[in-house]
């Protein structure tokens, strides 16, 4: 569909179901493990309050899997997720 000149409709959101947010938290948790223990780190765009508060319960979660002190940062658009002894800034290349 095109849109009068060349403007773009508003992106909506909608926010994720309880069931969602489950299966997203459980789904995210494997993925981030098995970057952090291949990796070190594990970056990916959170830019949304929902979407922060997302990935942080997912670093504490995989915290308590691999029973390592895991922390997160965000900066309004990224969020990293690493150990915490090893926490580079975001500014830090990928």
Same mark, same amino acid.
């Given at each position: 569909?095109?849109?009068? @000149?060349?403007?773009? #409709?508003?992106?909506?959101?909608? #926010?994720?179901?309880?069931?969602?947010?489950?299966? @997203?938290?459980?789904?995210? @948790?494997?993925?981030?493990?098995?970057?952090?223990?291949?990796?070190?780190?594990?970056?990916?765009?959170?830019?949304?309050?929902?979407?922060?508060?997302?990935?942080?319960?997912?670093?504490?979660?995989?915290?308590?899997?691999?029973?390592? #002190?895991?922390?997160?940062?965000?900066?309004?658009?990224?969020?990293?997720?690493?150990?915490?002894?090893?926490?580079?800034?975001?500014?830090?290349?990928?």
């Amino acid at each position: 569909m095109t849109h009068p @000149s060349g403007t773009q #409709p508003a992106l909506r959101r909608t #926010p994720l179901t309880t069931e969602e947010r489950a299966r @997203s938290e459980i789904t995210f @948790s494997q993925l981030v493990t098995e970057h952090l223990l291949t990796r070190g780190r594990f970056r990916i765009t959170a830019d949304s309050p929902e979407m922060v508060d997302l990935w942080q319960t997912v670093a504490r979660r995989v915290g308590e899997t691999l029973r390592r #002190p895991v922390v997160s940062y965000a900066n309004g658009r990224d969020i990293l997720i690493t150990f915490a002894q090893e926490a580079p800034g975001l500014t830090a290349q990928a």
